[in-house]
């Protein structure tokens, strides 16, 4: 790779470490505000929809430290300890965040039940609107810019952010519906809502683990990804086969091994020039890592066939 791409991959990682600390430290706070303005108008007035939507930002506000702390590293260049970098650390911390959102769900759902049983003892207040009102656009607004920082950074640890944010509307939404249930006159809608919520809560946190186990245990990408990296391979004039190709996620990065044919014909220098742009080309694409690729005489077949093995 030339000295003017090694500065621009640089840059690119230098902003995109911003772009994911800013994010992340939003979240933070954004969180840290909701959960200030739910609790105290909760426990002011006995709601127990209102300190339960507190209670799941305050898990929320763990997971996004954690992001904030852990998930950063992956912008951290590989060392003596870690020889291909830290990609694995983002997928783990996002794989942290599913699990919090799952047994968030899990826990709305049995509050919501016991709440079906037993019955709410909330008192009516304009507070607990104008609180919720407060949740659902901070919730909001955290959506949105995580979702547009991370057009850029690409991260799952944000996305699963993202989703997070997401939820948070959901369940400001069923304590709403059960707020104004009890102006109402019906606070089982608040216990009805919520059940229905959590599960959507419980879903989507099992997605978010799903995805991000894939990225840890080293899946294989879909069959259209194999297909760009086999025609970006092809497509170089010197190429006349790809073989042996194997692509699998190191990470949130896929890692390409593949045997190319060549005309064996071709000097040392000519063979090291075209593996050269033939990586570089590779990492034009999207979510490509390490690229190890074994140049092959074209029409000989493999050392191991001409050996008998």
Known sequence: MSQRALAESDLDASAARRG???ASVVNVLGNAIKIVVEAAVGIAFGSVALLADAAHSVADLVASVVVLVWGRSVYTDPDETHPHGHQR??????????????LLGLNLLYE?????IEGPTVVFSPLLLGALGFAMVDMYLLYWYTVRVNETVG???LSALAVDCRNDIYTS???LVGVVGVFFGAPVLDAAAGGLVSLLVVYQGVEIGRENVSYLIGAAPSDEQRRRIVETLRSHAAVSGVHDLVVFYDGTDLEVEAHVEVDGELTLVEAHDIETEL????HELDDIG???LHLDPAGIGEWKDANGD
């Open 173 to 175: 939404v069923a304590a």
């Open 279 to 282: 990586v570089m080309a590779l």
């Open 290 to 292: 390490d690229v190890h």
């Open 20 to 22: 994911f600390v800013r």
């Open 112 to 116: 919501s039940a016991r709440g079906l």
């Open 155 to 157: 991260s799952s640890a």
């Open 89 to 102: 650390i983002e997928p783990l911390a996002a794989l942290f965040v599913g699990s919090v959102v799952v």
